[in-house]
């Protein structure tokens, strides 16, 4: 059986076709071209090397000379910082236009995860000889940016929650802002063990942060419910320890046993689901019956 043909464009589509693709196309190699010509101008100049310019129109500018080609062009702006950063500390210079490049390619591609993760731990350590809190907290804002797009990305919240923690507060001496980020910090350190990020261990390390910001109900809360959701036996043991030592009124024994329900239910059910996962089908109801060794209604065989 033969297909009808595909109906062609009259000449005028076909034209106006035509040329929205050449001018796209004229638009991103002007903007490509335009920064290597400029370049060269500046080292004929005399000027400052190529190396320690930065050439780029505003964000906005950039998304209209992208013509819709946006990531295509973040693409490039990317290649083009690593060069750079490279290029920078290779000869022992400060990129200071590292925050340059990455707002524009961000702005050009806002959910190019990449970046994001890389500004975090590139900038702070960027300068030469010593890190100091404006570069951190460039970092900071890069990050929560990517926190911002990407919610569940536990890698992100972990970096986010190290510098605002551990980082920034070396660096501040006012004692407000240095509770704030630590605060802060906590909070994504203890998102980051929750959507299981890190070690296995990173349950307990988010623990100690909130308990030395005094959260202790929030920590409390947070050893529970890691103890539901992780299948290391010794980890659950530690984790229920712990949360013993902070809460001495919990029922440990009956968060375990409920722990243990779920986990057998969880592997006979639905194996290919984390247990963290299976946790979150199930209501607070389904889990007190499980503390008492129960298998609550809606898991039960139909």
């Not at 722990?259 to 969880?266: F, H, M, V, Y």
């Not at 689901?273 to 809606?298: K, R, W, Y």
Request: net charge neutral; hydrophobic share 45%; aromatic share 8%.
């Amino acid at each position: 059986m033969r297909l009808p043909p595909l109906p062609r464009l009259s000449r005028w589509p076909r034209l106006v076709v035509a040329t929205a693709i050449t001018v796209t196309a004229i638009c991103v190699l002007a903007l490509v071209g335009g920064l290597a010509r400029l370049e060269l101008r500046v080292a004929r100049a005399g000027s400052p090397p190529p190396a320690d310019t930065f050439v780029l129109p505003s964000p906005g500018a950039a998304r209209m000379l992208a013509a819709g080609y946006t990531e295509a062009v973040a693409d490039i702006v990317w290649t083009r910082l690593l060069v750079y950063y490279g290029s920078q500390t290779s000869q022992k210079r400060d990129p200071k236009f590292m925050s340059s490049y990455v707002e524009a390619i961000t702005s050009l591609d806002p959910f190019f995860r990449a970046p994001y993760a890389w500004a975090g731990y590139a900038i702070p350590l960027a300068t030469t000889g010593w890190i100091n809190p404006d570069n951190v907290e460039a970092g900071i804002r890069f990050l929560r940016a990517g926190v911002a797009r990407f919610p569940d990305d536990a890698d992100l919240h972990g970096m986010l929650g190290y510098n605002l923690f551990y980082e920034l507060p070396r660096w501040i001496d006012d004692d407000r802002r240095v509770l704030r980020a630590k605060v802060e910090g906590a909070e994504h350190l203890r998102a980051e063990a929750a959507l299981g990020g890190g070690a296995p261990w990173m349950a307990l390390a988010a623990t100690r942060a909130l308990e030395q910001v005094n959260l202790d109900d929030v920590a409390a809360r947070h050893l529970e419910e890691s103890a539901y959701a992780t299948d290391d036996p010794e980890l659950r043991r530690r984790i229920l320890t712990r949360l013993a030592q902070l809460r001495s009124n919990t029922d440990v024994a009956s968060i375990e046993r409920a722990a243990g329900t779920l986990e057998k239910l969880w592997k006979d059910r639905q194996p290919y689901l984390t247990s963290g996962m299976f946790l979150l089908l199930n209501s607070p109801e389904a889990q007190a019956q499980m503390s008492e060794g129960l298998v609550p209604p809606p898991l039960r065989a139909q």
